[in-house]
């Protein structure tokens, strides 16, 4: 069975500080990887996807990630974080079967 | 992006009732529709699998006969939590993918926060 592992659980920074994100995930198969947010009061909502191509995929508000295969890692990263962008991060894999599997989530708390 | 809605958005219940959960894709056709459990401070856990015309498949540890899960239509999965108790007080969360296949983004519907008392 997969499972994916969130290294921070819970990040603090200052306005314009980078941010990454470490995500390591464990399946032997084909997968694809998903970067969501949940912003306080919020639904979960898509930052970016990878499935195929350019390992480096961007998303949403600035943010991106990069697949690397040999590692089993999917970091996020955001050179210049803003207050905004307070939320809860969470990692997915999707297998061939289509179902989700969510790392613990990472906290992030930016201070303006 | 497509919308998934659920409702009631929170719904609080004396322990032994039942309660049902409805998880609606807006505007788009979904065969298959993934219920979560989300407890405080945690990732969300994968309860079920719900297909429309079929019966859910359920993920381990996760009782069927607790957890009734009917796709009704291409648009609508319920959740129905049988004699709740309040170890069942959780956040519950479906979504529902907008194709078939494993690299399609799944839309997550906003939650139902249900407190058995």
């Known amino acids: 069975a997969q499972s994916v592992s969130q290294h921070n659980h819970h990040v603090i920074l200052s306005e314009a500080a980078s941010l990454e994100l470490g995500c390591n995930y464990s399946?032997?198969?084909?997968?694809?990887l998903f970067w969501y947010v949940q912003y306080p009061g919020q639904h979960l909502q898509l930052l970016l996807k990878y499935f195929s191509g350019d390992p480096l995929v961007k998303g949403i508000k600035g943010f991106e990630a990069e697949f690397i295969k040999s590692k089993f890692s999917f970091n996020l990263r955001k050179p210049s974080v803003q207050w905004s962008d307070t939320a809860e991060y969470f990692c997915?894999?999707?297998?061939?079967?289509?179902?989700?599997?969510f790392g613990d989530g990472t906290t992030l708390t930016v201070k303006p | 992006g497509a919308v998934v809605s659920q409702h009631p958005s929170w719904v609080i219940c004396k322990s032994g009732t039942s309660v049902k959960i409805e998880c609606r894709s807006l505007?788009?056709?979904?065969?298959?529709m993934f219920w979560y459990r989300q407890f405080p401070k945690q990732s969300l856990m994968l309860m079920a699998t719900?297909?429309?015309?079929?019966?859910?498949?359920?993920e381990q540890g996760v009782e069927k006969d607790k957890f009734l899960i009917n796709h009704a239509s291409l648009t609508l999965s319920t959740l129905t939590v049988t004699s709740a108790h309040p170890e069942d007080s959780s956040f519950y969360i479906c979504s529902a993918p907008e194709g078939s296949g494993s690299s399609d983004t799944q839309y997550f519907g906003p939650g139902t926060r249900l407190t058995v008392l």
């Open positions: 719900s297909n429309e015309g079929s019966k859910a498949t359920y």
């Open positions: 997915a894999v999707n297998t061939n079967a289509g179902k989700s599997t």
């Open positions: 505007d788009f056709q979904a065969t298959t």
């Open positions: 399946y032997g198969g084909t997968v694809n």
